[in-house]
């Protein structure tokens, strides 16, 4: 009875190995295909239960905690809260187990989450000091004062739309704000129906609070198109008080297209300066103008400035803007078109933060600086690891048309109402009413206002638009207002 | 295997050289010290947990260690005095196997308190049980060994042994389920209060010593070939009974009670028995073909067993399915998140697969200790088994050897059927990894299994001129069989 009891031996033996090599297989060879499945909730689990890094700005006095973590006693281990939620949400997005990420959350979270290969020798050190691995700390450009006072404005009045503000010497993004906003709070909650229930109210919300109106959506600009079109004339040799047509009506294709006050600019039809006709706002003047400069001179002049640039990161992607319909992005159909683009109707559609960095380009000197929004990153101890490099994106225009469209602008200002004008700071604006829709004198159109202030010495730039709910509304009206305060609140006072 | 039977029985009677020797080793230091051993792994891996859970590190893991130690000294001490001469490492190994699943219950309680307390449930922890099955299961050995002085008396009762298996097998099939529910799909449960036991664990024994001494005493009339067909001697049909009556349990087993794992255990150990106690492998084809043509028939009789074999194909596809792969890949996360090296102990996430304290306990172990310890625990496994199966080629009787070899099949057969279900391997099927998987009843009858192996071991080794004279055996023609060939050459040469 040996024998067979020796092959039964051999026979389990085989079964050992049998479970060994399975194992072999299952644990070595695909082991990376099931720990990376995504129903595997093992790697999540173990991300969300790192300590996250911080999200965090320097107001005027102080650093401002964006995002932090707060320690807790379940599963996921760490809290990530946003302290002033809403406010700042455009800017930090949400980070929520059950929806992922949103916002600089997703765009930096290699840093955040400590993965990045900056961090590794601080993850090296954590690893034989056996600390748990932590995230590295992002500071922002953001200026709290200036992104609290933009939201504030905004929310009080009970706007939808942006308020985008940069540093134009540097390009660093001092505000970006979008209303209606949402509270990421509710979507980082540990409690997954809570989070579920935020999610689907903010989804099925109409007015889009979780839209980051800044870069995510487009406007047509209206007249602070006319930026673009002085830029290209003076560019082409013109001078801000070269005469230019004030009638009253043009013929455009099928259409006439008219001044506002539906009269004369500046009340004469013998011509005025185009530093009037800016500071007016004259539809007419500025139509033919782009009519005379050609489709060319003012794709051009529209790259320059950063219109059409798909691959903008902020470091967020940003929309592209455009001149043209969206199929062919930089390209103006016909004359009729061109005369149209040229008061920023049609097909021009911009975002909050192409149209400032247009105001920021004229500010900076013609020079545009490339818009970012991390000044740097740090190790988990707060060292610094880097620090944001300014980029110029190259010369949108000479200095010499940067001044004269200054000049314009602070013309443009004067004439411009709205709350908010403070003694002894000269702004520089322009202000800008766009019509929507296939009808648009009876929709409400989007008001613009994009500035820069001081005038002679720009320390920030700001583009404001409102969605109006009120057909009769202007970008003077809604917009100057909360652009204004967005300056003077970046500018240090209140 | 195609040594003669003499020259096999070679080294077995070579382990037990020292026959003649009044003052052969006993081997209870080594027994000792390796269990020494296994309390410091089982107290070291204890400490992995607590650490790595955060708990406190206290003495308390000391005093547990002691106890261990001390729960299994009081079993070396038993065996010193009523099984002196059994072989040293079985002891050692099931006190390992059973510490580690302790520690591993310990943790998965931990982590199932975690998520009771988040649902606001109440707690209800396993291991305080498993630690009182532990030590009634120990006095049940201690019982078995005292009881049953000579393996050989078992044979006296094996119709009631027999008897009594088929009544526990059947019980929970035919009681009312408010007595005896279908929990996990399978009706092999008995209910009474708050223990639930599964009288199919002792079954198994029971028919197993029944089916030994049957074999035992028919085993010539197996060996008698009947008719030849194509060169193959086929076994008379009057003497397929004991083979159908095996294919007709475990069928009646899946059948009734859905429960495929017990089904298959059944059938493998009695087919391997009766391959040994024939010595003729048409035995076992002739089953595997019954088995086969059984299976298929199963399967298109019965919608959970097409199930189960969809699970098993590609539990991925079938994860979303009510009753689907869930649990198996689930199963297949953790093991491969482990890899080869494992998470760490207390370190990893093995409450996300169901039934991680029971039948998927295997791939907690391979989340937390890698490959490397599911495969160490397989060769715990195979030495166990392997030590048995050497005193069953070393003990004189036949129907010692039977029992022995039956008994160490057994426990690699349910090691194979449990691992490699929980890997993939083959359909998984409902099953305990014995020791190792929380539930009483496996432990109780798991520990049945390992005194009854200590006793034939001890048999084994036991020098022939001891002081216990040989009781008048009950199967002289086995008997007679093996001393005649055998026993004057092979004491000889030593």
Known sequence: ?494 | MSTPVQGAVGPATGQSSANTDPAAPTRRGTELLLLGFAAFVVSAALMLVEANQEQQLTLRIFWYGLAFLGLFAVAHVAVRKFAPYADPLILPCVALLNGLGLVMIYRIDLAMTEKALRAGREINNDVPKQILWTTVALALFLAVLIVIKDHRTLTKYSYTFGLVGLFLLALPAVLPSFIAPTINGAKIWLKVGPFSLQPGEFAKILLLVFFAAFLVSKRDLFMAAGRRVLGVDLPRARDLGPVVFAWAVSLGVLVFQKDLGTSLLFFGTILVMLYVATERAVWVVLGLSLFVGGAIIAYNLFTHVQQRVANWVDPLATYADAGGGYQIAQALFGLGTGGIGGTGLGAGRPELVPLANTDFIAAAIGEELGFIGLAALLLVYTVLALRGMRSALAVRDTFGKLLGGGLSFLLIMQVFVVVGGVTKLIPMTGITAPFLSYGGSSLLANYVLIALLLRISDAARRPQTGARPRPVPQAPIAEAHTVMVQRPQAERPE
């Open chain 1, 1 to 494: 009875m040996n024998t067979p009891l020796r092959r039964v031996g051999l026979a389990m033996l085989g079964m050992i190995i049998l479970l060994l090599a399975n194992a072999t297989y299952i644990q070595i060879i695909k082991a990376d295909d099931y720990r990376e499945d995504p129903r595997n909730q093992r790697v999540l689990l173990e991300e969300y239960s790192r300590q996250r890094g911080k999200i965090l700005a320097k107001g005027a006095n102080n650093q401002v905690m964006l995002a932090t973590v707060l320690p807790t006693n379940d599963r996921l281990r760490y809290l990530r809260q946003y302290t002033a939620g809403p406010t700042f949400a455009p800017v930090t997005g949400y980070y929520s187990v059950r929806y992922g990420a949103g916002g600089l959350e997703r765009a930096e979270d290699e840093i955040l989450n400590g993965s990045d290969d900056r961090l590794f020798v601080r993850r090296l050190s954590d690893l034989i000091t056996g600390r748990d691995p932590r995230g590295g700390n992002i500071e922002l450009t953001i200026n709290p004062d200036a992104q609290t006072a933009a939201y504030d404005a905004m929310a009080k009045a009970g706007f939808a739309g942006s308020v985008v503000a940069l540093n134009p010497k540097t390009g660093e993004i001092l505000a970006m704000v979008s209303t209606p906003s949402y509270d990421p709070n509710t979507l980082s909650a540990h409690d997954g129906i809570a989070q579920e229930k935020a999610w689907k109210e903010y989804n099925a919300d109409k007015r889009k609070p979780m839209l980051n109106r800044a870069i995510s959506e487009t406007y047509a600009p209206g007249s602070t198109f006319k930026l673009v079109v002085a830029a290209a004339a003076l560019e082409d040799g013109k001078s801000k008080d070269d005469q230019v047509t004030s009638t009253d009506r043009l013929q455009v294709g099928g259409s006439e297209l008219r001044n506002y006050n539906r009269g004369f600019c500046n009340g004469t039809p013998n011509g005025v300066s185009m530093l009037v006709a800016l500071s007016l706002s004259c539809n007419t003047a500025f139509a033919e103008l782009a009519g005379d400069l050609g489709p060319e001179k003012i794709a051009e002049q529209a790259a320059e400035f950063g219109i059409g640039e798909s691959d903008l990161v902020v470091p967020m992607k940003v929309e592209q803007s455009c001149i043209g319909p969206s199929a062919s992005c930089m390209t103006i159909a016909d004359k009729a078109a061109l005369m149209q683009s040229g008061i920023g109707q049609r097909d021009v559609r911009l975002t909050p933060l192409q149209n400032a960095q247009i105001v920021a380009t004229i500010a900076n000197g013609g020079e545009r600086m490339r818009p970012q929004l991390v000044k740097s990153i740090l190790a988990p101890d707060l060292s610094e690891i880097s620090r944001l490099d300014t980029d110029s994106l190259g010369r949108a225009m000479s200095r010499d048309a940067a001044g004269q469209l200054r000049d314009m602008m602070i013309a443009s200002e004067e004439k411009t109402g709205g709350d908010g004008k403070r003694d002894g700071l000269t702004i520089a604006s322009k202000t800008g009413t766009a019509e929507t829709g296939n009808d648009p004198k009876n929709t409400p159109p989007f008001a613009w206002y994009v500035a820069f202030a001081p005038a002679d010495d720009p320390k920030v730039a700001v583009a404001v638009v409102v969605e109006s709910q009120d057909v009769a509304a202007t970008g003077g009206k809604l917009s100057a207002a909360i652009g204004r305060a967005t300056m003077i609140a970046a500018l240090g006072g209140g």
